[in-house]
Structure formats: C-alpha cells, structure tokens
T-cell receptor, first 116, second 113 residues
Framework: NAGVTQTPKFRVLKTGQSMTLLCAQD?????MYWYRQDPGMGLRLIHY???????AKGEVPDGYNVSRLKKQNFLLGLESAAPSQTSVYFC???????????????FGPGTRLTVL | GNSVTQMEGPVTLSEEAFLTINCTYT??????LFWYVQYPGEGLQLLLK?????DKGSNKGFEATYRKETTSFHLEKGSVQVSDSAVYFC????????????FGTGTSLTVIP
C-alpha cells in the first residue's frame, strides 16, 4: 500500500515548455486535489476532483489544466510554463464516505518544479 | 467565508520546552479541524483532528482542543524534542463546502538541543 505517489520528484523547465505531473493513489479515494506550496503562503488549491471524469477549479487555477480519466490518477498539466509557476506541488486524496468533513486528506511527497 | 489564521513563525525552542502554536478559524458551518505536520522534504501528514466542539485531538504528545466559543484550535505539547522540528499547518473542513480544505500558512518550529 503505497498511499499517494507523485511523479516526478524534481523537474526544471524553461519558460514556455509544457509538462504533466502525475499523482496516483491506491486507497480507492474518490476525492483528489492539487496544491501548490510557496514560502509564506501555505497551501493553495489549484484544482480538485470529486470523482472519475470530474474536475473543478480551486483558488489558483490559471495556467494549469487537470484530468481524472481513472479513479486512481489525477494529472496536472502546465501548457506553457512561466517562472511564477516555480513551486512545490502536492497532490492529496480523500475518502468520500461517512461524514466527509471528518475525513482527512492524504498527501503525496511533492514535486519540486523550477521554471527558468 | 472560510479561513484559518496561524501564529507567525518561525518558532525556536529548546528541547523539553512547552510548545503552543495558535490557530483561529472562520467558518460558515460547524467545521472539522486538523493539524498537519510537514517534515523537511516531505509531504504533509495528519497529526491530529477534532470533529466537534470541545473534542480534544491528541497524537505523539501533541494536543489540541476544539473551542467553538473562541473559534480556536491551538496546538500544544508539554515537552518538545529535536525530532519535532517541522512546519505545522492548521486546517479546517467545513461540511457546507465539504470537498475542500482550508489551510493556514504554516508555522515553522525548530527545536535546539
């Protein structure tokens, strides 16, 4: 049981390049999230998904796209990377059952992205 | 709307000192409250949680009590260790918007021997 895994762990891009970050979870969780973490700003929600085939915007969605084609995977895409997207990206998942607000999020180890 | 406010860091303590990290919240409903810990180079891990007023969450010597009257969820530990050095995040989940978490900005703790 690996929990939440993220690929890659590190990446350096040039401005204008594109890339996809992969998040995978093996806990059969319905909800999945993408956050970015920047110094002094905590975690900010980029996009999230409440189930396979569904996605929604979070607090800072601009410049990112997501897809949830399979329940266990949640992909975050950067179509044209900008230096402002230099950050650490975290994926999380959450069980939908029971009283949702009681259920914690489980986090991956993060992807450190630098855009030059 | 929903928000979480944490005390500013960084916090530096000597080993065996008492720790308090303040957290207050604003929520539209009756939220569940969480403390997460992030060790260097890692993702966030759940430390403890409380799901209703007056509940006390506890784990690894850390405690936090859900205080509805003061909208607070302060994290405490009686005797910190060097291994507690990490960043601590307070968070809430509001049943009115149950699919999202709201995080504080994090408080960095360094414990020196």
């Amino acid at each position: 049981n690996a929990g939440v895994t993220q690929t890659p762990k590190f990446r350096v891009l040039k401005t204008g390049q594109s890339m996809t970050l992969l998040c995978a979870q093996d806990m059969n969780h319905e909800y999945m999230y993408w956050y970015r973490q920047d110094p002094g700003m905590g975690l900010r929600l980029i996009h999230y998904s409440v189930g396979e085939g569904t996605t929604a915007k979070g607090e800072v969605p601009d410049g990112y796209n997501v897809s949830r084609l399979k329940k266990q995977n949640f992909l975050l895409g950067l179509e044209s990377a900008a230096p402002s997207q230099t950050s650490v990206y975290f994926c999380a998942s959450r069980l939908a059952g029971g009283s949702l607000s009681y259920n914690e999020q489980f986090f991956g180890p993060g992807t450190r992205l630098t855009v030059l | 709307g929903n928000s979480v406010t944490q005390m500013e860091g960084p916090v530096t303590l000597s080993e065996e000192a008492f720790l308090t990290i303040n957290c207050t919240y604003t929520a539209t409903g009756y939220p569940s409250l969480f403390w997460y810990v992030q060790y260097p180079g890692e993702g966030l891990q759940l430390l403890l949680k409380a799901t209703k007023a007056d509940d006390k969450g506890s784990n690894k010597g850390f405690e936090a009590t859900y205080r509805k009257e003061t909208t607070s969820f302060h994290l405490e530990k009686g005797s910190v260790q060097v291994s507690d050095s990490a960043v601590y995040f307070c968070a809430l989940s509001d049943p009115n918007t149950g699919n999202q978490f709201y995080f504080g900005t994090g408080t960095s703790l360094t414990v020196i021997p």
